[in-house]
Nanobody
Framework: VQLQASGGGPVQAGGSLRLSCAAS????????MAWYRQGAGKERDLVAH???????QYVDAVKGRFTISRDNTKNTVYLQMTRLTPEDTAVYYC????????WGQGTQVTVSS
């Protein structure tokens, strides 16, 4: 499955990161795309999703801090994360919404206090 997330890394609390995820056309095209995250010892949870037309929705924990966007010409979805907290520490993945059964490589985000 061609889903490649990138852009993670270590950051201090209050900082920002921008994640990118390149998908194959068959996965991306005309589909709702989403970001998910999985903290250590936790289940993978939805963070945000965006329709092909750009309508975005967020879970309460990230509303007002994270912004999901997409570039349909590049089959790429982005997640701009601001005002990060240690609770945002996780591996971040992109996938369709609802998610496909197969997942690509995620990107680790580590927020230190």
């Amino acid at each position: 499955v061609q889903l490649q997330a990138s852009g993670g890394g270590p950051v201090q609390a209050g900082g920002s990161l921008r994640l990118s995820c390149a998908a194959s056309g068959s996965i991306f095209r005309s589909n709702i795309m989403a970001w998910y995250r999985q903290g250590a010892g936790k289940e993978r949870d939805l963070v945000a999703h965006i329709s092909n037309g750009g309508r975005a929705q967020y879970v309460d924990a990230v509303k007002g801090r994270f912004t999901i966007s997409r570039d349909n010409t590049k089959n790429t979805v982005y997640l701009q994360m601001t005002r990060l907290t240690p609770e945002d520490t996780a591996v971040y993945y992109c996938n369709r919404y609802p998610a496909l059964s197969r997942w690509g490589q995620g990107t680790q985000v580590t927020v230190s206090s």
